[in-house]
């Protein structure tokens, strides 16, 4: 059938639907810590191709490309930076023969996660050499039939303006999300507007911005929220995990239930997103609930942050209260 692109489906619908987890689905079918999940691209397409099935079959709008690490920096930590291309190729392809055959337009976004290097004058990567790092992958990409570069969990705005340059130089639409894990903010510092702020600055527009992993769903809705209240027109991004991770023996185990993650995904709506989608610990059964929440639910007013609260569990890292950042600025002073 006709691909269509992330755009149009943004013009036709008013809420897409994104994927779920793709790291902790593959730990559920084999994956081991600390192998590179880049390389099941190669070893293990049938398990690829079987993720990608289970969130189409769920009702995804969008499916995620098992590349979020498929760059030279990560890759090199396990003697493969020359593979970067070739294994991004082949992940799209993969993505791609699942989205064709699917029946209805499902979009193939090509996941370009960070580097992991912090930038110069903290760490030795510039803006320059990020920009060749991204387009190196963002080309393998777009030569599997990836329709879109969404470009996530990024922390630093150099490295959010590096991806961008790459996706921009190498001629592929782009969406931008940041985790914003750290008491309201990115590890980095960057706050949720000044996300929105920069994206509106970019010398192409991307398709769409938001929040994506982070520390909660509750913590997600509220960045989100200040996205979507700056910046009414931009098409905003809501991927939170599934729950809250618990150790349980040698495994990390998110709490949600499917009802909680189709509360998120009504909520989320009401905020004002138009893309919802699950990131760490989503499963397809977590993903047909908000399937479900999506079609049936009718945008109510934006909820308050106790309405958000009350839903789906307390924020995990809260920014600190006006109180709060008075005593540090008078012990500061």
Wanted: with cysteine; proline share 6%; net charge negative.
């Amino acid at each position: 059938m006709t691909r269509s692109s992330l755009e149009a489906l943004l013009a036709e619908r008013p809420v897409l639907l994104a994927d779920g987890a793709t790291g902790t689905n593959l730990f559920a079918m084999g994956l081991e810590a600390g192998d590179p999940p880049e390389f099941w691209n190669d070893l293990h397409p049938d398990r690829i191709r079987a993720l990608h099935q289970g969130f189409v079959d769920a009702g995804a709008d969008i499916i995620l490309t098992n590349s979020f690490g498929c760059n030279r920096r990560r890759l090199a930590l396990h003697k493969a930076e020359g593979r970067t291309r070739e294994l991004a190729e082949k992940a799209a392809r993969l993505a791609r023969e699942v989205a064709d055959a699917a029946g209805r337009p499902v979009v193939v976004a090509g996941s370009v996660g960070p580097t992991g290097d912090l930038f110069a004058p903290l760490g030795p990567m510039t803006e320059e050499e990020a920009i060749d790092v991204f387009a190196e992958e963002i080309e393998g990409l777009k030569a599997g039939g990836a329709d879109v570069a969404w470009i996530e969990t990024m922390s630093a705005p150099e490295e959010i303006r590096a991806a961008t340059a790459a996706a921009i130089r190498v001629g592929l639409p782009f969406t931008v999300t940041a985790s914003f894990d750290t008491a309201g903010r990115t590890m980095m510092g960057l706050p949720p507007a000044a996300l929105a702020d920069l994206a509106a600055g970019l010398a192409q527009a991307p398709l769409a911005v938001g929040a994506n992993c982070g520390v909660g769903a509750s913590d997600l809705l509220a960045s989100v929220g200040a996205m979507t209240e700056a910046h009414p027109e931009m098409a905003v991004v809501a991927k939170a995990n599934c729950g809250i991770p618990r150790i349980d023996g040698d495994k990390v185990v998110y709490t949600g239930t499917p009802e909680l993650m189709a509360d998120y995904a009504r909520l989320a709506i009401d905020t004002g997103c138009r893309i919802v989608g699950g990131c760490c610990g989503t499963s397809s059964g977590h993903l047909a609930a908000m399937r479900r929440a999506v079609d049936e639910h009718i945008r109510r007013a934006r909820p308050s942050l106790d309405e958000i609260v009350a839903a789906v569990g307390p924020l995990q890292s809260p920014p600190p209260s006006a109180e709060t950042r008075a005593r540090g600025g008078r012990r500061r002073g």
